[in-house]
């Protein structure tokens, strides 16, 4: 169904709605998660998601994709996002004409930020200049099978120093669309004073207003500072004394967002647009702040039985050696999921599957692996990936959960390796790490002829702080599969509440021996 049938509808009835964003991963264990999230966020009642696209269709099919699975296999009406950036004609109308093919109705038309790498964003031969261009020829090709929409920036868009001009371009472009989503803001009475101006320039379309929920300090200043965003005084006043507690920060995030929606709501506004960051906690503390309940044909239960099906996977487990053989047999693939990991090793991590098994005894519970790679063909059936005559790399990787003790022992070892990196954090959010910087550490990356080095996966520290809520929240899924006096709850209970979760990167990826600290 069209988004703006879907906004149409929920107007008449009077009730509040709401939408999710989510990415495409990198990697495929970031796919899986994401679909598990999905699923989980599906029955939050969204009246729509939708998925952004990477720049010239970088993340292009795992775009049509993801949108496909999550029409199809979740029922969640989806909208495919599609840039100007990198993209020919060509492109668009391959785009365009598999969206179709897949049922999708719904586009959202953005001319795109530049490239990685490049500080201007340029037109290309036979492409687009301008999401305005893009509407137009969406509507020529299609007519009115896509419901399009189009991008709003209460503060003006940053590229564009002429607010007039700026704001007259958006009101051509909001007049060809059906409906509007805002940029992030964190400024109502600026987003108030942009609506009313939006409103008498003749724009009827409805608008949801973009909201990002705050997920940690350093997140939030670098995005407002790359995207320019207004902060209040009062908010950065605010957060000074909490900057350093993640999980303060995360609930004045939560706290924030429940009340600019109410400020919203109280003038009249129905819709909100969250962008999740592929999150789920904070939108869903949200909607649960707001009181925002789902209609019942819409938060239907799954056709599935999880405790069930745990019980049956995982068994009962009363000791520590119990859960660390359960982690073992999913490494020799004798399991076929974990509550972390749903579907079974990925190829690269079989050829180390004997190592991961034999930590996983020793009470390092591995979530995710890979092995290290030194300049591995493009066309490797193993490691390979990307363009034609490249060579790939990876650094060793390992997360994992270990116990308090385990851990100390761990960075004792560590300390002799030079080449190795940290963090590890616990559920109330005490980070320990040996990293000297906050930036992202590339863990996998490619050289293609005629391209610049691509890096489809990094190790983020404030996406690790970020994640960390909901890794020690499945170990709580999982403890409620049993009742909660028995071994199996308090055991795993136990767990969540006093483990920490750790990433390791060996960043000697042409002698790694990640395995020798354990």
């Excluded at 579907?343 to 991961?356: A, C, F, K, N, V």
């Amino acid at each position: 169904m069209k988004i703006s049938k879907k906004i149409q509808r929920a107007t008449e009835e009077g009730r509040c709605f709401w939408s999710f964003e989510y990415f495409p991963p990198k990697t495929e264990v970031g796919v899986t998660n994401l679909y598990d999230r999905m699923e989980r966020m599906y029955t939050l009642g969204p009246e729509f998601v939708d998925v952004t696209w990477a720049a010239g269709g970088g993340s292009s099919e795992l775009t049509l994709q993801i949108c496909t699975t999550a029409q199809a296999v979740y029922g969640l009406e989806t909208c495919m996002h599609l840039t100007c950036t990198n993209m020919p004609r060509e492109k668009v109308d391959i785009a365009l004409r598999e969206a179709k093919a897949a049922g999708i109705q719904n586009i959202l038309a953005l001319r795109g930020d530049p490239p990685r790498g490049q500080l201007n964003w340029t037109k290309i031969d036979t492409g687009f200049s301008n999401a305005i261009d893009l509407v137009k020829y969406i509507r020529e090709q299609y007519g009115d099978y896509f419901c399009i929409g189009v991008a709003g920036y209460p503060e003006g868009h940053i590229e564009n120093p002429d607010g007039k001009q700026d704001f007259d371009f958006f009101v051509e472009k909001a007049k060809l669309a059906d409906y509007i989503v805002t940029q992030l803001f964190y400024d109502i009475d600026l987003y108030f004073a942009w609506l009313n101006k939006v409103r008498a320039a003749g724009v009827t379309a409805p608008i949801l207003p973009g909201i990002m929920p705050i997920q940690s300090y350093g997140g939030f200043m670098r995005m407002t500072s790359l995207c320019k965003t207004a902060v209040p005084k009062f908010i950065l006043e605010e957060l000074e004394p909490i900057k350093d507690d993640d999980k303060a920060v995360k609930d004045y995030g939560v706290a924030l967002a429940v009340s600019m929606c109410n400020k919203i709501k109280a003038a009249g506004g129905l819709g909100f647009h969250f962008y999740t960051l592929n999150l789920e906690k904070s939108v869903r503390l949200i909607l649960e702040g707001l009181e925002f309940v789902a209609p019942i044909d819409v938060a239907k239960p799954l056709p599935w039985s999880p405790k069930a099906e745990a019980v049956s996977m995982w068994g009962h487990p009363s000791t520590v050696e119990d859960v660390c053989r359960t982690f073992a047999a999913f490494c020799k693939n004798e399991l076929a999921a974990l509550p972390w990991c749903d579907q079974p090793m990925t190829t690269e991590s079989i050829g180390i599957r004997d190592q991961l098994a034999s930590i996983n005894r020793k009470g390092f519970l591995t979530i995710n692996s890979q092995p290290a790679v030194d300049g591995a063909l493009s066309s490797d059936p193993v490691f390979g990936w990307g363009p034609r005559n490249g060579f790939v790399y990876q650094k060793a990787y390992l997360e994992f959960f270990v116990s308090p003790k385990a851990l100390d022992s761990l960075i004792k070892k560590g300390a002799a390796r030079a080449s190795l990196t940290f963090h590890a954090v616990n559920k109330e959010g005490d980070l320990r790490t040996n990293n000297q910087s906050d930036g992202p550490n590339a863990v996998t990356w490619g050289v293609f002829p005629g391209q610049e080095i691509i890096q489809p996966t990094v190790v983020d520290p404030v996406s690790f702080m970020a994640w960390k809520d909901e890794a020690f929240e499945l170990w709580m899924k999982w403890a409620s599969t049993y009742d909660e006096d028995s071994p199996s709850y308090k055991l795993i209970k136990e767990i969540s509440d006093t483990w920490f979760l750790v990433n390791v990167v060996d960043n000697n990826y042409r002698q790694s021996d990640i395995f020798c600290i354990f």
